[in-house]
Structures are given as structure tokens and as C-alpha cells.
């Protein structure tokens, strides 16, 4: 499944770019996809833009984005990208992004942390917000991933929201599509438990250890079989399947799945919270991208809107 027709790649002025490059221009070849190049110059204030002597002038603001676009369009020049654009922007980086996105119908963005040498997302700002209000998906390309074996997709909770059953179905979709444009595993990740289990274990409760051991096994069993009923839900998968199933909080659980099976990249989603626009990503989706070392596609529920406007 080709998932993706137009991708923008956010370049900041002194990131490396041959990784997350070279992963762009992969995407781009196997999706049919148009590549755009995009960079942000930050506004300058009246006193700082206007650089003057006695015999010239200069627009320092309109210098820079001179100087950021011919730097896009030596860089596109040395791509073996069939359909590649460039373009450069004034403002605060994630609004102009998603403003680029909103009006040119982008449909994913590619970035980075905005520390290169780090491999965590934790005090990211660009990154964070892009995360929370993008309406689109965001793969954040990490420098230096360690990550090796197939593509991860984290899936749950299941429910009978519909929001949540669509997003799970999605990320599916997308894990599935770029494992298989890229011949490699998708591994699906669920973390389960049985809620309530301190309190039914505790002397407060009429269950026997027994019992909530066979509740313990109950609930795993539903996880598999959800897991199992999402899967028949895609498109037939010629990809090899495994399936991580781990007791515990999500986010660690997630963190733990991915240390362990070290994927080139996870994809997971974001849980909205109901009637507040823009808090978009929840209390899992923070822990496990300040935890963990590889690149992330992260995606929104169904019918999310950005508070960015155009």
C-alpha cells in the first residue's frame, strides 16, 4: 500500500541530514511520493532586521531566507528524487509546518529531535509540538537509531470507541504498509492488565488468588484476540507478523517491547482529550518518547484538528 503522496521534510540550519535524508528520499521513491524541503527563518524584530550604513542596506530577515533557500535547493539538487520542491518560511518553526501542511495537503512530516546528539524526544520543543497539534503524521528521525529488526507498531487500548478502534486500525496500516515496502517484520506491541488487580489481590477482596490468577488469564486472552480481530480488520499482510503482548503500565511496557526487539522505527498514536484542541498527545505517548532510542511515527485519532490555523 503506497500510504503516503506528499511528504514534507522540516530541515533546521545545523542538523546532519544524510540519515534523515536518505529515508526521506527512500519513502518518497517507494510511496510515489512528492518531496518538499522546507526550512523556517524565526522573525526578527524592526530594530534587529534592518542592518544599515552610510551606502547600503540589508533586510537581514529576507538574507537569511535567501541564504536557507539556496542551501534547500543545492541540497535537492544532489537527491535522486523524482518530484522534489523547496521551500522557505518566516516564523516560529511548528506553525509554519503545520501551516505548510494545512495549505499544500501534505499528508506526513519528517523531522528530528531538536538536540541531534540526543536520541530521546524529552525537552524538545519543535518536535513536542509538532507531536501534539500536527494534523498529520510526524516521523521523527532519529540520528543514530540502533534500531535494526523490522518495523513496531503499538497498539490498545481496544474499546468501543470508535475514535480508538480507527486510530488502532491506522496504525496498523501505516506499520504495515512501510514493512512491507521495506521487506522487513512488523511486530505488534500491546501492554495489558487487569485493572484493579492490587485491590482484588488485597484483603478487602472476596477473590481467591486463584481466581484472580484466572482473571489474570482471562484478560490476556481478550488482548490476543483483539489484537487478532484488528489484524483481520487490514489488508492481508505479506510480511512475517509477531505479536508482544506484556503486563504492565503501556508506557514502560511499550519502552520495554522496544529495547527488546529494537525496530528501525515505532509507530503509535496519540490520545486525544476530549473537547480541549491541540492536547492531543497523553501521559503514554510523553513517557515513551522521552524513553526511547529510535525513530517514531507518531499519528492522530480520526477527525483531529490542529488549534494552528492558517
Partial sequence: MKRFKSILVHISADEPLQSKLHAAVDLAHRNGATLTLFDVVPSLSAGLRIRSTETSQLDLEEAMAEDRLERLNTIAAGLDAARIETSVAHGTAYIEIIRRVLTHEHDLVITAPDEPRRLSFAGAATTMHLMRKSPVPVWVHSVGALGTHGVAVAVGPFDTERRNMGLNRTLVQIASSLATQKDEALHVINAWRLQGESMLRSSRSSFSDQEVNQMLTD????????????????????????????????????????EKVKPTTLVMGTIARTGLSGMIIGNTAEQVLGMIKTSVIAVKPEGFQSPVTV
Fill in 219 to 258: 484478560a490476556r486472552s481478550e488482548a490476543r484476540s483483539e489484537i487478532d480481530r484488528l489484524l483481520a480488520e487490514v489488508e492481508p499482510l505479506p510480511v512475517p507478523v509477531e505479536i508482544h503482548l506484556s503486563k504492565g503500565e503501556p508506557g514502560l511496557t511499550v519502552v520495554g517491547a522496544v
